[in-house]
C-alpha cells in the first residue's frame, strides 16, 4: 500500500496544544535511561565485592540490559505502533522503577542478572517509544528539529550527569542507591505523562506477530553475544555458534516481514536512501566512539588517579557540546544540507579521535577536554540531524518502528564498537612485561593489576602498575586511532548516503504556490 502527507498548507501547519509541557516528559524519560547506562560502570566494584559473583556473573550483570534491550526494540517500538506509544511508555516506566528496586536490593549474582534482564525489558520501552512521540506531537518541521534536539541533548546531558551523580551517591551511601534515583523521577513521569501525553497509534495496525518478536530477540542477541565473545575468547565454538543462530534468525525475520500483511518492521523502510544513510551514519558512529568512552574512565580513574565524581565532571565536555549543537542542528542543517552538517559534525569526531593518539599517562586535561568538547559538537550535530531524517523518511504510523531502528543501531554499533576496539586495548594491555610471578589477573584487566598490585611489595607493585598504565595508555591510543578511521571513513560515506537529502520546511517558510507533497515510505495515507 502506498501513501502520501497532506499538502504543508493542510497537514503541516496544526501545531498540538501542550506539546512543549508533553517534550518536559518524554525527557524525563530519556534521561533517566541515559543516566541508568552509565552508572553501573561505577559500581560495578562495589557490587563485585558485595555479591561476591564469578567473571563469568560480572560480565552478565554488565552486559545482560544491552542484550535484552538490543533484541527487544523493533518488538517494542512495534508494540508502541499498535496499542498506544502513550500506553506502552508509561507501562514501561512504572515497570522500570518497580523492577530498579530489584535491582538495588538483590542478594546474589543470579537474582542480580535476573534484575537487570527485567530492566532492559522495561527499558527497550521507553527510547523508541519517546522519539515516536515526538513525531506524533510535533507536525511542524521546524518545530520538530527543535525537540528532536532537546531529546538528543537531554540524552547528552544524562550520560555526563550520569557518572556526576553515580560517583556523590557512591562516595555517600551504599550501590543500591544508584538505581533507586530511578523512582522519583519515574513517579514524576507516569503522574505528568497521564496527564499531558497524548495517545497516539497507528489505526488499523494487524497483529503483533509473535513469532517475528522471537526471531528479531534471538537474531539480534545472538549475533551481539557472538561479537562479544569472539573479541574476548576469539573464534571458539560459542562464539560461532551463537553467530550463526543469530544469522539464521535475522534471515529468517527479514524473510518473514516480506510475506506478513501486517510486517513487525516495514522493509521498505530501507529503500529510502535517506532512511538508510542515517541509520548506517549512527550504527558507525557509535562503533567509532564506544571504544574510547568505554575505556575513557578506566583511564581518568586508573591511570591518572581521579576519584569517581571527579572523573564523571572531567567528561562534562563532552555533553556540554552535544547539547550545545544539538538545539541548533535543525536550523544550520536547513541553512547549509543535511550532508554538509553530518558529514562535517562526523569528520569532527574522527579528527578529535585522532588527536587523542597522542594521549600519555600525564597528559594535561587541557588537551582532552578540547577533544571531548569536539566529539561533543560533531556527534551533537550528527545525531540530531539523522535522527530528523530517520523521523521524517516515514508516514506517523510507523514512526515507532522507525525510532527502534535508529536505537537497535545504536545498541548494535555500542556492541560491536566496545568488542572490535575493546579488543585492540585488552590485546595491547595484555601482553605488557611484568616482573617473574605478576599474578595472571593483572593481564586480564587494568582493575585486575591494581587489586593484584595491593597484595604485592611496594616495589613490585610499583613496578607493576607501570608496566601496566603504560600498556592501556598504548591500548587506548590505538583504539582512539581506530575509531578515527571509522568515522572519517563514515563521515566520506554520509556525503554520498545523505546527497539530496533535505529537512522539511515549515509551511509558513514555503510560498503557497511551490508547496509540495511530501512522500515518505509506506504505510497508509495519513
Not at 54 to 71: E, K, M, N, P, R
Request: with cysteine.
Amino acid at each position: 500500500m502506498t501513501s502520501t502527507l497532506q499538502p504543508a498548507s493542510v497537514a503541516e501547519v496544526e501545531k498540538r496544544p501542550g506539546r512543549w509541557p508533553a517534550l518536559c516528559v518524554l525527557v524525563l524519560a530519556v534521561l533517566l535511561v541515559a543516566v541508568d547506562a552509565t552508572v553501573l560502570g561505577l559500581a560495578t566494584p562495589y557490587i563485585s565485592e558485595d555479591l561476591k559473583p564469578s567473571g563469568t556473573q560480572l560480565l552478565w550483570i554488565g552486559d545482560v540490559y544491552s542484550f535484552v534491550i538490543a533484541g527487544l526494540l523493533v518488538s517494542m517500538g512495534s508494540l508502541g505502533d499498535r496499542i498506544g506509544r502513550k500506553k506502552l511508555l508509561l507501562i514501561g516506566a512504572t515497570a522500570f522503577g518497580a523492577i530498579s528496586v530489584l535491582n538495588a536490593y538483590a542478594t546474589t549474582p543470579e537474582l542480580m542478572i535476573l534484575a537487570r534482564a527485567l530492566l532492559g525489558v522495561a527499558g527497550a520501552t521507553l527510547m523508541p517509544a519517546t522519539l515516536a512521540l515526538i513525531r506524533n506531537l510535533f507536525h511542524d518541521p521546524r518545530e520538530r528539529s527543535l525537540a528532536v534536539g532537546i531529546w538528543g541533548a537531554a540524552a547528552s546531558a544524562g550520560t555526563a550527569v550520569g557518572p556526576v551523580v553515580g560517583g556523590f551517591l557512591l562516595e555517600h551511601f551504599w550501590w543500591g542507591s544508584v538505581f533507586l534515583i530511578n523512582l522519583p523521577v519515574m513517579a514524576v513521569l507516569v503522574l505528568v505523562g497521564v496527564k499531558l501525553l497524548p495517545e497516539s497509534r497507528t489505526p488499523s495496525p494487524g497483529p503483533w506477530d509473535l513469532t517475528s518478536v522471537g526471531l528479531s530477540l534471538i537474531g539480534v542477541i545472538g549475533v551481539v553475544y557472538a561479537v562479544k565473545e569472539a573479541a574476548t575468547h576469539g573464534f571458539e565454538w560459542p562464539a560461532v555458534t551463537a553467530g550463526l543462530l543469530g544469522a539464521g534468525a535475522l534471515y529468517w525475520f527479514v524473510r518473514r516481514q516480506l510475506t506478513l500483511s501486517s510486517p513487525l518492521l516495514d522493509m521498505r523502510l530501507f529503500r529510502h536512501r535517506g532512511f538508510s544513510g542515517a541509520v548506517l551514519a549512527d550504527l558507525f558512529t557509535i562503533l567509532g566512539l564506544s571504544g574510547l568512552v568505554f575505556f575513557l574512565s578506566q583511564y581518568l580513574q586508573l591511570v591518572q588517579g581521579r576519584g569517581p565524581l571527579e572523573a564523571g565532571l572531567a567528561e562534562l565536555p563532552a555533553a556540554i557540546g552535544a547539547v550545545a549543537a544539538g538545539l541548533i542542528a535543525g536550523t544550520v542543517a536547513r541553512r547549509f544540507s543535511v550532508r554538509a552538517v553530518v558529514t562535517g559534525g562526523l569528520a569532527a569526531v574522527g579528527l578529535a579521535l585522532a588527536a587523542l593518539t597522542l594521549l600519555s599517562r600525564s597528559t594535561g586535561y587541557p588537551l582532552l577536554g578540547a577533544a571531548l568538547l569536539v566529539v561533543g559538537i560533531g556527534a551533537g550535530f550528527s545525531f540530531t540531524v539523522t535522527a530528523d531524517v530517520i523521523l521524517s523518511s516515514v508516514p506517523k504510523e510507523q514512526a515507532g518502528s522507525a525510532s527502534a531502528v535508529s536505537e537497535t543501531a545504536y545498541e548494535l554499533g555500542a556492541a560491536l564498537g566496545i568488542a572490535l576496539l575493546g579488543s585492540i586495548v585488552t590485546s595491547v594491555y595484555a601482553g605488557f612485561t611484568g616482573r617473574a610471578g605478576t599474578p595472571a589477573e593483572a593481564h586480564e584487566s587494568l582493575g585486575g593489576a591494581v587489586e593484584s598490585a595491593a597484595g604485592l611489595p611496594a616495589d613490585t607493585a610499583a613496578a607493576l602498575m607501570d608496566s601496566a598504565r603504560t600498556a592501556f595508555v598504548d591500548g587506548l591510543t590505538l583504539a582512539a586511532g581506530a575509531g578515527a578511521v571509522v568515522l572519517l571513513g563514515t563521515a566520506v560515506a554520509a556525503w554520498f548516503l545523505l546527497r539530496g537529502q533535505q529537512l522539511e520546511e515549515s509551511a509558513a517558510d514555503v510560498p503557497k504556490t511551490d508547496r509540495p507533497t511530501a512522500q515518505p515510505v509506506g504505510g497508509s495515507r495519513l
